[in-house]
């Protein structure tokens, strides 16, 4: 039965955001049970993309991102695939009206990852537009369950909070990004002239994704809410402990939120969303 193998489809991308993300697949457990399984399709489909332009160094990474995105529109037009995470993730999108374009986006974003630049701010922007802002704006479609006017309210929201959780993770992964795979997100920058003042410039942007973004996380459903509002606890301790260290630390060392504390900002989160004090 088909019901089965999309079971085990579901179960792949729970395993794959659990394996890969620690902190997203706690988020993802505080949202209703009824939006977890399309909220870990839609990670597992990302993370398999981001993987094979990341990781995937001693093979050829442009055919794979190729057959990727051919497979993945097949399997929304025949409503199956024989890659679990893709029908899990076909599955999401013909039940919750993902649009094509919205996906397309996505992958044109990855395809970026494949050659080594240096962003100018168009670039930047269409960059960002990808990789973060159309997957919040994907998440939102399985949080209004087809509500098309809430969804076009609160779509900038969504596009914000993704916006700022992706350059934090320019941020967080600078020397990384740089030294191991020869990408400089930031528009205008030199790896040689980035400073503490061009942080600053920088982390003033993302204070203001932020503050759009925690907007929006205040309508969400209530079924949404919570777990949208634990990833941005997380996100914006994450932030903070950036915002603290100098450019010569972050490139150092990668800033991270200890298991303990992320327990902890769990608790937190959970009493003032018990409290209604979001």
């Known amino acids: 039965m088909k019901s089965i193998f999309d079971q085990v489809s579901a179960s792949c991308s729970r395993l794959t955001t659990r394996r890969y993300s620690t902190s997203f697949s706690l988020g993802i457990?505080?949202?209703?049970?009824?939006?977890?399984?399309?909220i870990y399709g839609i990670y597992g489909f990302v993370r398999y993309a981001d993987e094979i332009v990341d990781s995937f160094h001693d093979y050829q990474q442009r055919y794979l991102?190729?057959?990727?995105?051919?497979?993945?529109?097949?399997a929304i037009?025949?409503?199956?695939?024989?890659?679990?995470?893709?029908?899990?993730?076909?599955?999401?999108?013909?039940?919750?009206?993902?649009?094509?374009?919205?996906?397309?986006t996505f992958l044109d974003s990855m395809e970026m990852d494949l050659?080594?630049?240096t962003y100018d701010q168009d670039h930047y922007e269409q960059y960002i537009l990808g990789s973060a802002e159309?997957?919040?704006?994907?998440?939102?479609?399985?949080?209004?369950?087809?509500?098309?006017n809430e969804f076009e309210?609160?779509?900038?929201y969504a596009m914000k909070l993704g916006s700022a959780f992706q350059k934090i993770n320019f941020l967080r992964d600078l020397n990384a990004d740089y030294a191991t795979l020869g990408r400089m997100y930031f528009p205008g920058v030199e790896m040689s002239s980035f400073n503490?003042?061009?942080?600053?410039?920088?982390?003033?942007?993302i204070e203001k994704d932020f503050a759009i973004g925690y907007e929006g996380i205040?309508?969400?459903p209530k079924e949404a809410r919570f777990g949208v509002f634990v990833a941005y606890v997380y996100y914006y301790k994450l932030f903070r402990k950036i915002k603290a260290k100098s450019v010569a630390a972050i490139m150092q060392d990668r800033i991270r939120i200890s298991n303990e504390r992320k327990v902890a900002l769990f608790f937190g989160s959970y009493v003032r969303h018990s409290f209604n004090l979001l």
């Open 29 to 38: 457990r505080f949202l209703d049970k009824s939006l977890q399984e399309p």
């Open 65 to 74: 991102l190729e057959k990727f995105s051919r497979d993945t529109f097949e």
């Open 77 to 104: 037009e025949q409503g199956i695939s024989l890659n679990p995470i893709l029908n899990s993730f076909q599955k999401v999108v013909r039940q919750y009206g993902i649009q094509k374009e919205t996906i397309q």
């Open 115 to 117: 050659s080594d630049r």
């Open 134 to 148: 159309v997957v919040g704006v994907m998440c939102l479609r399985v949080f209004l369950k087809g509500d098309n």
């Open 153 to 156: 309210r609160l779509k900038p």
């Open 196 to 205: 503490d003042v061009v942080k600053r410039e920088i982390e003033a942007d």
């Open 218 to 220: 205040k309508m969400l």
